[in-house]
């Protein structure tokens, strides 16, 4: 029988598509064959794809849960917060930002976050200092945490109920998001899922053609942490390509009208705490684990520091404008560069590759990689290279660099827990998984052939009113310009061949 069409609908197998995983199913008697359930059979069942993967995300957030229980009581004596790996910001801030006393955020104390996520902190953290006043025998910063991580976790199964509906004939590949170590540890030390969630729901709104919504979900998410809004980069530079610019012009509005309805009533009343989030980034120097940081430990080993006697890092540390000036140079013309090659690629690159290349950029380039910023990487890799063996490696290079960054946080204040050395190797590993990373997005964008959710999907299941339509007929020309062209070029995707499954007839 003759392979199906990439539109045919069925479920992809890691253990027939996925190298890594078919070679460790050869420990189970190998992949799916012939004696399998059958389809009908499966359907019929409970125990779905899509159910067991939802179940593992949440078994994986208890666990989260447990892991981080030794430091809920806010009894952080002899570093047990470091000691257990079981430090949030959530519990530290909720006494740090003033919410154990009453206040609102930015009213009563400027707080160091976009407005919606104070908007957030505030939405739970007086509640509970209420129940508080009237119940004093209650740990305050307990609720509080308690009451953060239950719905930082529903925006995490919200996000891997995202990935599943954006990847219905590859439910699996949302098993390597409710799977990663990388959420069990992360999850809950700040607020960044909220953000997560948005954005996510976001890519969800836009995969289902409705830029207003995915514009407002945008916008909010970027009103929590910056980053959701870069994904409007990537979606100006596709709806370029692709002819549709009026659908990308809506959600930039719904994005601006979202941010802007947020962020005015705080910058106009309490206009010095609004600016406080934009102060501490201004000023902020060279933070733990970042390429700036690493090259400034390369420097002290040929540099003493003093002045006259440095290092380019080490005096880029002493001169933090300047620093900040090159870190958006690099982050911008690195967008710059992912743009280009979105317009001179073979078949028009999907969203989720793009998105995956612009955080990443971000991260790679930044002063400050706080240790849960890796979750912005995540569900985007997932949705970009749903590949386990880089996946894992990635993730391996991340779980070091946990454990390492907590044991630097350790000697900070005495005796060194492990030689800086180590530190940095494992930053150093963290940065070179990441640019890996990206270096394989980028060989599949120009090389889609390998992109294996093109083996399932025709187009882009991302790609909202992009998917499957013709390049401009400036892109071609451009692409003939520089002799890339192809005769699949501005004719729409091609036909892309699946694996049929094992046994099948």
């Given at each position: 029988m003759?392979?199906?069409?990439p ?8 253990a027939e ?12 008697g ?5 004696h ?8 019929s069942?409970f125990?779905?794809a899509q ?12 666990f ?6 030794p ?12 000691t ?23 009213r009563?104390h400027?707080?160091?976050y976009?407005?919606v ?26 609720w509080?945490?308690?009451?953060n ?7 995490a ?5 995202v ?18 170590p990388i959420l069990?540890v ?9 953000a ?8 969800y709104?836009?995969?289902r ?7 407002l ?5 970027g009103a929590?942490?910056?980053?959701p ?11 370029l390509r ?5 659908a990308?012009l809506?959600?930039?509005a ?6 802007l ?7 106009v009343?309490?206009?010095?705490s ?9 000023t ?9 940081y ?11 520091g ?9 005096w880029l ?11 958006y ?17 073979p078949r ?5 590759q793009?998105?995956?290349?612009v ?26 290279r749903p590949r386990?063996g880089?996946?894992?490696a990635?993730?391996?290079?991340e779980?070091g ?5 907590y044991?630097?946080l350790?000697?900070a204040?005495?005796k060194?827990?492990?030689?800086e050395?180590?530190?940095?190797l ?12 990206c270096?394989?997005v ?40 520089f002799h890339?062209?192809?005769k ?5 995707p091609?036909?892309?061949?699946v ?7």
């Amino acid at each position: 029988m003759s392979a199906p069409s990439p539109d045919t609908d069925r479920t992809d197998l890691p253990a027939e598509s996925d190298g890594f995983v078919r070679g460790l199913s050869q420990a189970i008697g190998g992949p799916v064959g012939e004696h399998a359930v059958a389809p009908a059979a499966r359907r019929s069942r409970f125990w779905t794809a899509q159910r067991i993967v939802l179940a593992l995300v949440c078994l994986t957030l208890a666990f989260s849960w447990v892991q981080k229980s030794p430091c809920q009581d806010g009894d952080w004596q002899k570093n047990i917060q470091y000691t257990r790996f079981c430090y949030t910001d959530v519990l530290a801030l909720y006494y740090a930002e003033g919410l154990n006393e009453g206040k609102v955020p930015y009213r009563d104390h400027p707080v160091e976050y976009p407005v919606v996520t104070g908007y957030f902190m505030g939405a739970l953290g007086l509640p509970v200092h209420a129940l508080g006043e009237k119940y004093p025998e209650i740990n305050q910063g307990k609720w509080f945490y308690n009451a953060n991580a239950l719905v930082l976790s529903i925006l995490a199964v919200a996000s891997a109920a995202v990935i599943l509906a954006l990847r219905r004939r590859r439910p699996w590949d949302a098993a390597i998001f409710a799977l990663s170590p990388i959420l069990l540890v992360t999850a809950t030390v700040n607020w960044d899922f909220l953000a997560i969630g948005l954005a996510m729901l976001g890519l969800y709104a836009w995969a289902r053609r409705n830029p207003v919504v995915a514009g407002l979900l945008l916008g909010l998410g970027g009103a929590a942490k910056l980053w959701p809004l870069f994904i409007l980069g990537p979606l100006f530079v596709l709806a370029l390509r692709s002819k549709r610019l009026m659908a990308f012009l809506i959600a930039l509005a719904g994005a601006l009208f979202a941010w802007l309805a947020t962020n005015v009533p705080v910058a106009v009343l309490y206009r010095a705490s609004w600016n406080r989030f934009f102060e501490l980034n201004d000023t902020r120097p060279i933070d733990w684990g970042t390429l700036w940081y690493i090259g400034r430990y390369l420097d002290t080993k040929w540099n003493s520091g003093t002045p006259g006697d440095q290092g380019p890092f080490q005096w880029l540390s002493d001169h933090v404008p300047t620093l900040n000036i090159l870190t958006y140079a690099l982050t911008i013309l690195a967008c710059a560069a992912i743009g280009v090659l979105c317009l001179l690629a073979p078949r028009r690159p999907r969203l989720a590759q793009l998105a995956f290349l612009v955080v990443a950029a971000f991260l790679i380039f930044s002063k400050v990689w706080s240790q849960q910023y890796v979750l912005w990487l995540l569900p985007l890799v997932v949705l970009a290279r749903p590949r386990w063996g880089a996946i894992i490696a990635w993730t391996v290079a991340e779980i070091g660099y946990f454990a390492a960054f907590y044991a630097e946080l350790l000697g900070a204040g005495g005796k060194p827990v492990i030689p800086e050395g180590t530190f940095v190797l494992a930053a150093g590993l963290r940065l070179v998984t990441v640019a890996v990373l990206c270096g394989l997005v980028v060989r599949e964008i120009w090389r889609p052939e390998l992109d294996v959710v093109r083996r399932t999907y025709a187009d882009d299941p991302d790609g909202g009113v992009m998917d499957h339509a013709a390049d401009a007929s400036w892109v071609t020309s451009l692409r003939r310009t520089f002799h890339l062209e192809t005769k699949d070029a501005g004719d729409g995707p091609p036909p892309v061949p699946v694996v049929t499954a094992v046994g099948g007839s």
